[in-house]
Structures are given as structure tokens and as C-alpha cells.
């Protein structure tokens, strides 16, 4: 993906990953809208960063991203950029339904679905663009399982194999498919998350994705080097380790 010049909407931008990326893809010269259900949240970003808009969405609602996508698309026509940002995460008890069922509801709505409806909105627009990049968000635990987690986990791990199937499907077409691929990052994503030692600090993260985004614009997975730990655990044959580590070192974490 080209680091400048375009225009992106980032549904999920209200705070965290999605908010720090919104401002530093407009500081690096791009067109940015920020996505997300909290208004007063997407009032003040908009008071105080001057050229970034905004749009009211839930992803969880097929109206709701039916009628943003709408706007959107009417106020932003040059529109070439999709991050399916959205996304929630609660621990879990899966050895009572009362534990986990209607948590696991929630995390594939959000987490799956929502992406999946933003696709089907965005994606004819897109194609018509002469360069687009739909950029999907994964997780470290899309390869590697938190066991507090399962829902989240697994959630994860449909977005990677749907990023790397949809990418099967629009090669050819102007529109790459490219998974951004978070370690744990320091953000209100869990609660104790955002001063967890073994989460990383937001700007640090987000520094490393631009220099990935800007010195491997071809790249299809965005992996910080925290990541590959988790990340590779499979190829590298300590996979085994690496669940051990992963749920002794960080039992709440993301
Ligand atoms: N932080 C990490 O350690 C980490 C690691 C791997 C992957 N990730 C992924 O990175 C993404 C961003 O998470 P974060 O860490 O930045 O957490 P965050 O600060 O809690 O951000 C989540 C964002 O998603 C939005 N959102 C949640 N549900 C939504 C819905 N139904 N409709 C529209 N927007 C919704 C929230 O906005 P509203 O509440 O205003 O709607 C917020 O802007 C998530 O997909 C997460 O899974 C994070």
C-alpha cells in the first residue's frame, strides 16, 4: 500500500490502534475518516484534528454499516482504502454456557461479521478504484491460543484465512488484501490492558506499521517484529512452547 495520498475510513478509530493509525496516516498525507459507534468520541477527534471526518457506525448492525457506508462513500467518492478496525475482546469460561455463550455472540458479530458486512458494502467501490488496499485486522492469538480468550481466538483466526482467501479471489483486480497482525498492544481492549508489561506502547506499535506500510508497500501481512513470536510458532517447530509461554507470561492479556 502506497502511504500517502489516499482515502481511508477506519470503522473502529474512536481510540486505540484504530485511532493512533487515523492520525498518522493523515499527519503522513492521507484523507482519513474515523469510524465508530461512540459520538461523543467522534465528535471531539473531529474538534481537535482538523481535517479528519467522521461516521457514526456499528458494525454489528447491517443497517447501521448499510447507511455509513452510504455517507461515506457519497461524501468521500475518491474512497480507496477499507481497515476493518472494528473489534472486541472478553475473557471467557467455556466450562459453563452461562460462561461464554453470549460472549462468543458478541465476538463473532463484532469480530467477524462486522468485517464481513463492511466487505460486502466497500468491495464494489473499491474495485472500481485503480488502487485499493482492504486492509483486515488479525491478531497474534490468530496462531497462537490465550486460554482465557477462546472466542476472541478463534474469531482471530477467521479473519486470517478469510484475508488470505479473499486475496485469492481479488488477485487480478485493484484491490490488494493486506492483514495487519497486532501483538498485544497497550490499549483499553481488555481491561488492565493498557499498562499491561507485557503489552507494547501504542506509538511504538503504531511506528513500526507505517515504516512497514511505507518500506514494504507490497507486503500482504503487517507483523511487527513482536508478533513472529506468536506468529511462528508452527513454522518454527515450538509451537508447544510458545501456547506455554503465551498463557504463563499473559493470562489476561491480548
Ligand atoms: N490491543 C491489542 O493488544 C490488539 C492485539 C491484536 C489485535 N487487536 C485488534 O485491534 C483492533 C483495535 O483494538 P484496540 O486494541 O485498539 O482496542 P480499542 O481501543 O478497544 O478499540 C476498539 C475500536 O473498535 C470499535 N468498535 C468496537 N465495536 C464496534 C462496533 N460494533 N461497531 C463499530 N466500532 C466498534 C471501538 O469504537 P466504539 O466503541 O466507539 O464503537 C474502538 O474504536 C481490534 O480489532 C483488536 O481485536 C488489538
Redesign the pocket.
Known amino acids: 500500500m502506497q502511504i500517502t495520498g489516499n482515502t481511508v475510513f477506519i470503522?473502529?478509530?474512536?481510540?486505540?490502534?484504530?485511532?493512533?493509525l487515523a492520525l498518522r496516516l493523515q499527519a503522513a498525507g492521507n484523507t482519513v475518516i474515523v469510524?465508530?459507534?461512540?459520538t461523543e468520541?467522534?465528535a471531539r477527534i473531529a474538534a481537535e484534528h482538523p481535517g479528519i471526518t467522521t461516521a457514526q457506525?456499528?458494525?454489528?448492525?447491517p443497517e447501521?454499516v448499510a447507511t455509513a457506508a452510504k455517507e461515506v462513500l457519497a461524501s468521500h467518492p475518491d474512497l480507496n482504502v477499507l481497515v476493518?478496525?472494528?473489534?472486541?475482546?472478553r475473557a471467557e469460561d467455556w466450562r459453563t454456557p452461562g460462561g461464554f455463550l453470549e460472549s462468543a455472540e458478541a465476538t463473532f458479530?463484532?469480530?467477524v461479521l462486522?468485517p464481513i458486512r463492511l466487505l460486502a458494502a466497500f468491495v464494489e467501490h473499491l474495485r472500481s478504484r485503480p488502487d485499493a488496499t482492504i486492509m483486515t485486522?488479525?491478531?497474534?492469538?490468530a496462531f497462537a491460543p490465550l486460554a482465557a480468550t477462546p472466542s476472541?481466538n478463534a474469531s482471530?483466526a477467521a479473519i486470517h484465512m478469510l484475508s488470505e482467501s479473499v486475496r485469492l479471489q481479488l488477485a487480478g483486480t485493484s484491490v490488494r488484501v493486506v492483514e495487519?497482525?497486532?501483538?498485544?498492544?497497550?490499549?483499553?481492549?481488555?481491561p488492565g490492558?493498557s499498562d499491561s508489561p507485557f503489552?507494547?506502547p501504542?506509538d511504538a506499535f503504531v511506528d513500526e506499521v507505517m515504516t512497514l506500510l511505507e518500506t514494504e508497500p507490497d507486503a500482504t501481512e503487517i507483523q511487527v517484529e513482536n508478533v513472529k513470536f506468536l506468529r511462528y510458532g508452527e513454522v518454527r517447530g515450538d509451537y508447544a512452547e510458545v501456547v506455554a509461554t503465551l498463557n504463563r507470561l499473559d493470562p489476561h492479556?491480548?
Open positions: 470503522p473502529g478509530a474512536t481510540s486505540g490502534i484504530g485511532l493512533a469510524g465508530g459507534r461512540r468520541l467522534l457506525i456499528d458494525t454489528t448492525d447501521s476493518t478496525m472494528a473489534g472486541m475482546m458479530a463484532t469480530n462486522g485486522v488479525s491478531s497474534g492469538l476472541y482471530k495487519l497482525e497486532p501483538p498485544a498492544v497497550r490499549t483499553d481492549l481488555l490492558q503489552a507494547m501504542l492479556g491480548s
